[in-house]
């Protein structure tokens, strides 16, 4: 017990002050007792996790983003982080970016990346993925894979993170709508408005 509380004590001592604390977009897992959950895919749970209203295979995710939300190489928690096809993961992957520990780990939770106990489909919450880029610019990762207890092997390509916070489409309609409008109508409408 006294090793458990001083490798607890050196972990946490490692993070840095800058972190920022992971992200509970779950409720804890139901009580052992409790039926295991069904086989879970990682689209609809990522889907789900962070609001990103995005459809199809997980390889398709990058391109259905533009114009719709803004995509980026910096993590920030509440991302979706979007890996390209490699190996046998021929349709791609996406995790949701719940923790931003240093400028090269951050903690996902996902699903259908690990089997766990035997059994695909799982749901892992705030597991390390490192990025392993030579740029150190996102495009390649290592992630927590739960039979070894450690980091994969594997240096798994990305194409980015997609922001959950605005759509790109609506508002940029918007603006436009409202620059085509004259200036005295906007104010017009403006002061009923407030009448």
């Known amino acids: 017990m006294r090793g458990l509380s001083i490798a607890i004590a050196v972990a946490l001592w490692a993070v840095p002050a800058h972190a920022e604390a992971p992200l509970n977009l779950l409720p804890d897992a139901p009580a052992a007792t409790a039926e295991l959950p069904p086989y879970l895919q990682c689209v609809p749970f990522a889907r789900q996790v962070t609001g990103i209203q995005l459809y199809g295979d997980a390889r398709t995710w990058w391109d259905q983003a533009q114009g719709r939300y803004a995509r980026g190489h910096t993590p920030q928690v509440g991302a979706v982080m979007a890996f390209r096809p490699h190996g046998n993961m021929k349709l791609g992957h996406v995790a949701a970016v719940t923790g931003v520990l240093d400028s090269r780990t951050v903690l996902l939770t996902h699903a259908n990346w690990s089997p766990i106990e035997g059994r695909r489909g799982q749901i892992e919450r705030n597991v390390r993925a490192v990025d392993v880029s030579p740029a150190n610019d996102w ?11 450690d980091l994969g092997t594997t240096a798994w390509p990305v194409e980015g993170f997609i922001y959950p ?5 609506p508002r940029t309609q918007i603006v436009r709508e409202e620059a085509q409008r004259p200036r005295r109508d906007v104010i017009a409408e403006i002061i009923r408005a407030n009448s």
């Open 139 to 149: 495009s390649e990762v290592r992630v927590w894979y739960d039979p070894i207890g």
């Open 165 to 169: 916070a605005a759509e790109a489409a």
